[in-house]
């Protein structure tokens, strides 16, 4: 139960993705390998490990396969997103019936359930932090309430059912009926529904935290509370009563848990909500998800989101299950199936991960995967009995989510491939000037693309259709690594594009799916400094590496990219002077990696051992005996036309981007691009809005992706 938390699945696959060549999505860069928090382990890789290991990298159709089950599990979190909520706040309202006529109940339970829903995903917005300092006492209050409960009604009713824990009775049980009783195990999956919840909340709390809390009071007040009311229907098995936990309540503080139950229900609808915004975030971060605004609820607790669209349509479905379903059993099965689905997937990616990234035998692996999966395929088997009573909700938008985030996933990989084949040269690049008609305008301009090297498609066709582009050129790449987090000091990669007198960079800013994304205004000011940073660094390196014979000097990397350089935290010395420090810690370290020409380059080149450097400056007035030398100079110059260009203000270039199946195509391709990723585009936040840039600097490029 440990990794079936809120983005679990994405979490698995990442890791699997650090240590094997299986992402669909081929940006993957050797300098992303020197992340801190890449953290692959060094163990010794073992012949029978590896060879699982090129056997799936050769097949790009276990790539797609492995993929197709990763979304599989995280559409069916979220779709336990959409069910938990119901099911929650239902069965705890529910418990009225036993204060009330048939015909009241029947007509108070579902408007009121409704209201507490309503109300729920009305306040997401606040974010959990708000009224978070309630949810611990509640919760406390409801375990010790049901303990309490269980100890009594055990007491009371059959101290003897304590021995109902021995598994004999199960085998017993299971012997003596059978078909019945295999089919009646998909019955009782709400038993352990939600607890793939509690690990929603790992953006709060640690592991440790989680398991000492769940091994020492949730387990041990769920067993009391379970073995109550074992006990109150071990003597009134003959009950015409279908709600028996509120039945085994005494009458005289059926009130007081009522109540308790309910603002229970509440705080365990809360973390499963907020697991399906984290999920729903990392997948977007992958691109495979439709772009959609996060909020970021609390500036001191990372991990705490909100998103708008996400949390209205959670809201609608909800309501629509509550009033479609009307009763805890149909709800509890259509529950119970995605729980034991999103089991069964975690347990397959956990055996990939036990040969791929703990580089254990394959046969540890298959034992693992037959103890565990054997006994989570028992239960889901059995929940697919329950198909025509409630489990095909969660296996209906599972596909319907798997849709979506599949063909969009599949039309960015696409994007990517025609960006990549159809870049242009550096060398037209440093063609462009006034013999060509093609002006140089005060200011920075910011070109997005997805591409890592080259020149992308949409600034040729922007130069092409307005003969002009700012006199500080940059080419900006975000893009996210499979790692949780990605520390700031290590975000910027930093790089020239062509000579130091044509003034164009490349960046590419890198985030972990967790990561929390820069706002325009701090990420504009941010990358200027980076860009600073790096024309120091350059310049200095290039000043202490020009007595070697090895050593390209400015004026001939014409025809080539430089290297790029991680650009850290730097501390400003406030002097006119730099100084140059070796081995230093990596919070402020620049590393030089060769340069990428193609996709094969991006994940088969190797660093450059370079020497590790800090790099501490100012930008101020130079006197008289700091700009000596011709490099001085031209360092000057250089950092003046970028505050110059930066005071001209910024531009960011997007590509405004249609995308069509090429012809002869099948019928599903076109499908799925001409009609489904299009809607999708047309209905959700455009790359403008995601970035947060204002309209007034926005200049988008009209491009048609014939994929």
């Known amino acids: 139960m440990v990794l079936i938390f809120a983005g679990g699945t994405f979490a698995l696959y990442s890791l699997i993705c650090r240590h094997a060549r299986v992402s669909l999505l081929p940006n993957r ?30 097949h790009k159709v276990l790539h797609t396969a492995l993929l197709i089950l990763v979304l599989l599990g995280t559409c069916m979190v979220i779709g336990d997103g959409v069910l938990t909520p119901a099911i929650s706040v239902f069965s705890a309202v529910s418990g009225l019936e036993l204060s009330m006529s048939k015909e009241h109940h029947q007509y108070a339970v579902i408007p009121i359930t409704c209201f507490i829903l309503v109300c729920l995903f009305a306040l997401q ?48 049980f299971l012997k003596k009926t059978r078909k019945g009783g295999w089919m009646s195990l998909g019955g009782i999956l709400l038993c352990i529904t939600g607890s793939e919840a509690m690990f929603a909340d790992l953006g709060h709390f ?66 499963i909500i907020s ?9 977007q971060s992958l691109s495979c998800f439709p772009r959609v605004k ?41 529950s119970g199936l995605a729980v034991m689905t999103v089991m069964l997937v975690t347990t397959c990616l956990t055996s990939l991960v036990i040969i791929l990234c703990w580089h254990k035998p394959p046969i540890v692996a298959l034992f693992f995967l037959l103890f565990f999966g054997s ?43 025609f960006d990549l084949h159809n870049k242009v040269s550096l060398e037209w690049l440093l063609a462009l000037g006034p013999s060509l008609g093609i002006a140089r305008v005060p200011g920075i301009g910011l070109v997005f693309t997805d591409l890592t090297s080259g020149i992308p498609a949409n600034f040729s066709r922007f130069v092409t259709n307005l003969p002009a582009f700012h006199r500080v050129l940059v080419f900006v790449c975000v893009k996210s690594v499979p790692v949780p987090f990605v520390p700031p000091a290590e975000r910027y990669l930093v790089g020239r594009v062509g000579p130091a007198a044509h003034r164009s960079y490349r960046c590419i800013v890198r985030y972990g799916y967790r990561d929390v994304h820069q706002d325009v205004d701090s990420f504009e000011s941010e990358l200027v400094s980076k860009l600073a940073d790096f024309i120091h660094y350059d310049w200095h390196r290039s000043q202490h590496s020009s007595h070697s014979e090895e050593d390209v000097s400015h004026s001939n990397e014409s025809t080539s990219e430089c290297r790029l350089a991680v650009i850290g935290t730097v ?117 403008d809005v995601a970035l947060k840039v204002p309209p007034v600097s926005l200049l988008e490029v009209g491009m048609v992706y014939v994929v």
């Open 29 to 58: 860069q050797v300098a992303d390998e020197a992340l801190s928090t890449y953290k692959l382990e060094h163990h010794p890789e073992k012949k029978s490990s590896s060879g699982v290991k090129l056997y799936l990298e050769k």
């Open 294 to 334: 996060v909020i970021h609820t609390s500036d001191k607790i990372h991990g705490q989101i909100y998103i708008p669209e996400i949390n209205w349509v959670l809201m609608i479905l909800c309501i629509a299950v509550t009033i479609g379903f009307r009763d805890t059993k149909h709800m509890g099965n259509a």
């Open 571 to 687: 501390a400003f010395s406030g002097t006119p002077a730099y100084e140059i420090e070796e081995s230093v810690q990596p919070a402020s370290v620049s590393i030089g990696f060769s340069t990428v020409e193609s996709v094969t380059d991006v994940i088969e080149m190797e660093p450059v051992h370079a020497v590790e450097r800090r790099v501490r400056f100012a930008i101020d007035d130079y006197s008289e005996s700091d700009v000596r030398t011709n490099m001085e100079l031209q360092l000057r110059e250089e950092l003046q036309d970028l505050l110059a260009a930066q005071e001209a203000g910024t531009a960011f270039i997007l590509g405004h981007s249609h995308v069509r199946a090429k012809q002869g195509s099948s019928v599903f391709k076109r499908l799925a691009i001409n009609f489904g990723y299009n809607f999708l585009r047309r209905n959700c936040r455009g790359p």
């Open 125 to 172: 917005h606040y974010g959990t932090h708000r009224v978070g300092f309630f949810f611990a006492p509640i919760v406390l209050t409801w375990l010790l309430c049901i303990s309490s409960l269980g100890i009594y009604n055990i007491i009371y009713w059959n101290p003897h059912v304590y021995q109902a824990l021995s598994p004999y009775y199960m085998f017993k």
């Open 275 to 283: 697991g399906t915004f984290s999920i729903i975030n990392q997948s």
């Open 206 to 271: 640690s592991y440790s935290a989680i398991r000492t809390a769940f091994t020492f009071l949730v387990y041990p007040a769920l067993i009391l509370a379970y073995m109550g009311q074992a006990a109150y229907l071990s003597q009134h098995h003959h009950t015409s009563y279908q709600i028996s936990f509120y039945v085994s309540v005494p009458e005289s503080v059926r009130w007081p848990v009522l109540i308790i139950a309910i603002l229970a229900s509440v705080v365990g609808s809360q973390a």
């Open 375 to 417: 006994i989570e395929l028992l239960y889901f088997s059995a929940s697919l009995t329950k198909f025509t009573e409630g489990a095909w909700l969660p296996i209906l938008l599972a596909l319907f989510l798997m849709t979506i985030m599949f063909v969009w996933h599949y039309a960015t990989i696409k994007k990517y491939e």
